[in-house]
């Protein structure tokens, strides 16, 4: 059982569905994956139908604790990357049958 899915696998999988080579299907998932961080990068939503949508949640400053002493420590404001999954993914990852009923998000 393989533990992550890496590019390496992405293009090996998408390669003979496309009929071209695991370099030319290797180039075109980096590709893909180039867009998403850019777009993300420009503030703006990636939605993928049927699996759900990539976008960035600014966050303020606050007060956290060191983990290794307790002692209180200053969290920068920062941007984060956060993922809403589809209410069909969530079905299939549950194990809940899909019914027609579903629409992707």
Do not use: Q
């Amino acid at each position: 059982m393989r533990k992550n899915l890496t590019r390496a696998h992405l293009a090996e999988t998408v390669s003979p569905y496309l009929t071209v080579s695991r370099r030319e299907a290797a180039t075109l998932v980096d590709s893909v994956i180039c867009e998403i961080v850019d777009t993300l990068t420009r503030g703006e939503e990636v939605k993928l139908s049927g699996f759900g949508v990539f976008s960035i949640r600014s966050k303020n400053e606050r007060l956290g604790r060191n983990p290794r002493n307790g002692d209180p420590a200053r969290i920068t404001p920062r941007k984060v990357v956060v993922f809403r999954p589809s209410r069909l993914l969530k079905a299939r990852v549950a194990g809940t049958p899909v019914t027609e009923d579903f629409e992707a998000d």
